[in-house]
């Protein structure tokens, strides 16, 4: 039993440090491309193709000096960009491996879990800065981060009840040969749309609108906490991409191939940041309470009753 914790817990070590290095290299691949899209120059200047970028980039936020507000709760102003990384990467753990990892029978569950607990990370890094504006972006993001997680269950509770499990090894199984996507095509626009609103990414980044809210609900942060939310927030991108992978483009998880599929989806991710401008925040809630949750609903009535068809 010692062995299997020692094994449970070196590697969950090793797909920390592997996420982060992932993380660092979407960074400068995100640059990158959005310097293409503007037809202008990427990071290029440290080392190799800018590769050390990212690191130097570290490097400098975590020597910068750490500030704080004096009327800010000093607790939970520090505590909510750990608590925000921690759950960005606890989550990882549902990843579906063959090793000691936890690859539980109700990983989906665990992740609506998760995703919830993003948001209060969220309010209270608003709260505690006690500052208008990271209030006001706190709510802003709150309120979208809350909506656009019905629709997203709902879409992929859909998935699962065509399953007929929680366990994520199901959808390798079951898209052996053919695919998810090619099924329900429009769930998987409105599951991107909602994965991108969840991750505050463009067109819904209204929680760091900097022309109405300076920088949202982490404008007080610098240095050390900025990093954090940093991130947080690029680590969320990645187990997106993955989970959209998973479910809709095959789940072959064992395969290189899966991985160039999750590249692609965080490229896309990219993409739309660099050709979309942002949305208004009224068209913002239209479009998930109008349209995206009536259509989950919709399918997950039609898988209720194509499953119940096929048994």
């Known amino acids: 039993m010692f062995y299997d914790l020692m094994m449970f817990f070196l590697n969950f070590f090793l797909l920390i ?16 491309v959005l310097g293409y899209i503007h037809i202008r120059k990427g990071p290029n200047k440290v080392g190799f193709f800018g590769i050390l970028q990212p690191f130097s980039d570290a490097l400098k936020l975590i020597s910068k000096e750490q500030m704080y507000p004096i009327m800010s709760n000093y607790f939970l102003y520090y505590f909510s960009p750990i608590f925000s ?6 989550i990882w753990v549902i990843f579906p491996y063959l090793t000691y990892m936890c690859s539980f029978m109700y990983g989906f569950l665990f992740f609506l879990c998760c995703t919830s607990l993003n948001v209060y990370t ?3 890094a608003g709260w505690s800065s006690n500052s208008n504006y990271s209030m006001i972006g706190s709510l802003r993001s709150v309120a979208q981060t809350i909506s656009y997680e019905v629709s997203l269950a709902l879409i992929l509770l859909s998935l699962i009840i065509l399953v007929g499990g929680f366990n994520l090894f199901n959808f390798m199984d079951y898209q052996s040969y053919c695919w998810f996507v090619w099924v329900s095509l429009p769930l998987m626009y409105s599951c991107f749309s909602s994965c991108l609103a969840e991750t505050n990414r463009s067109p819904f980044d209204f929680a760091e609108g900097e022309s109405e809210l300076v920088s949202g609900f982490n ?5 050390g906490g900025f990093t954090l939310i940093f991130l947080s927030e690029y680590t969320s991108i990645i187990f997106m991409s993955m989970f959209m992978g998973l479910f809709f483009f ?9 991985y160039l599929k999750l590249s692609f989806i965080a490229f896309c991710f990219i993409w739309v940041r660099g050709t979309l401008p942002r949305f208004r925040y009224d068209k913002l809630m239209y479009l998930a309470w109008s349209s995206f949750l009536p259509l989950s609903l919709n399918f997950l009535m039609f898988f209720c009753g194509l499953k119940i068809l096929l048994t």
Do not use: C, H, Q
């Open 17 to 32: 440090i592997l996420v982060m290095i992932s993380v660092a290299f979407l960074t400068l691949f995100e640059r990158k």
């Open 85 to 90: 990384l921690m759950v960005s990467l606890v």
């Open 122 to 124: 969220m309010m209270i």
């Open 219 to 223: 404008v007080e942060y610098g240095a």
């Open 250 to 258: 095959g789940g072959d998880f064992g395969s290189l191939f899966f």
